[in-house]
């Protein structure tokens, strides 16, 4: 059989089945950028490579996948962080005009270009440790030129990098000022004004809400859902980060993407996300960097059988995290997710949250072959170390 590329003398995690689908012996063949054959050496078909690559006994995973992502905004929030250690709390800053309009009034001043530049150092963070796709939401222009600006430069970050991006608009993430006290007003110009435009200028393939008590209730979420239907684009929620306003049980009923966050999730909620196939984005440098004593309900989602992702949920403001390395060691120690669970979370079951699981996350033939190969001895040590990269090669659509 031909094929372009065979990696081979390799040990290969496809994070197929329901493990991690490890072969101890195994390699990986692909073709124009997409994966022709994964897995034991001994049951390969006979290929005939324009190239072979011998890995020395390194293990094989698929490319990362950051499913959570706000990497595109300008300034930071550093002072911010001095408040907290301070003893301020999140709802304490928002109220006080800090927070994510803090980081609106930056990006808002700021040009796409400089967007882009500002987002690359990060975004080659993540590539660094074997990322191949992240999601990039908007959320912090809250006005319609301001996210299709954010938008576009999160698109840009595609063409600049050789990563797949993945765009969901965000706009209802905060209360600009200039709809203090009219919140209604703003869901509707979200959902009447801003997403039909960012749905025709296509530059967003998912659509999201921040559910919360500081953010937006179920009915006006539901609102901007019921929009993002009407647009054809699938749904993800900011959901019982703060406090439970069942916004995961609202989500599912909308059939969404993923659900993220998490940590007042009740019993109803979990339940509801089972039935509808939606995916558990947990970011545990949120509930590191803001000090959260709450687990998301771990147990109850494994029980539940919903799949559970990982993220850096990376923003200025509650995870300025780029290592989605460290994401998961937070995953094991922090919510006692298994070795398994996490590398899962950052393949199979992020793609699953991206809606793109039938092109990405695991090794199988006709799925792109975005690749990271690793310099280690048993896949646990990708989530026991901290602060240290084996990563060995990073391969992106075959190359």
Known sequence: ?????????????????????????????????????AGPEAEAPAFDPADIIGCDGRWITPGLIDCHTHLVHAGDRAREFEMRLDGASYEEIARAGGGIVSTMAATRAASEDELVAAALPRLDALIAEGVTTVEIKSGYGLDTAG??????????????????????????????????????????????????????LGLADAVDAFCEGIGFTVQQTARIFDAAK????????????????????????????????????D???????AGSGTVATLLPGAYYFMRETKLPPIEALRRAGVPIALATDCNPGTSPLTSLLLVMNMGATLF????????VGVTRDAARALGLSDQIGTLEARKRCDLAIWD???????????????LHTRIWSGR
Not at 2 to 21: E, F, I, N, Q, S
Not at 166 to 188: I, K, N
Not at 241 to 253: E, K, R, T, V
Not at 376 to 390: C, K, Q, S, T, W
């Open 1 to 37: 059989m031909r094929c372009d590329t065979l990696w081979k003398d390799a040990r290969v995690a496809t994070m197929a089945g329901d493990g991690m689908g490890i072969v101890e012996r195994g390699l990986v063949a692909a073709s124009d950028g997409v994966i022709v054959y």
């Open 147 to 200: 996210e299709i600006r954010m938008l576009r430069a999160a698109r840009r970050l595609g063409d600049e990098r050789r990563v797949r991006v993945a765009t969901t608009f965000l706009g209802a993430h905060a209360l600009p000022p200039e709809y203090a006290g009219d919140a209604d007003g703003y869901v509707a110009m979200v959902a009447d004004t801003m997403l039909p435009e960012v749905a025709r």
């Open 230 to 265: 009407h647009a054809g684009l699938p749904v993800k929620l900011h959901a019982e980060q703060l406090s439970n306003q069942h916004g995961a049980a609202l989500a599912a009923g909308y059939a969404a993407l993923s659900a993220d966050h998490l940590e007042h999730l």
């Open 267 to 273: 019993d109803a909620g979990v339940a509801a996300m």
């Open 336 to 343: 006692r997710l298994t070795v398994a669970e996490c590398l």
């Open 376 to 390: 280690i001895e048993h896949p646990a040590e990708l989530v026991y170390r901290m602060g240290y990269n084996p």
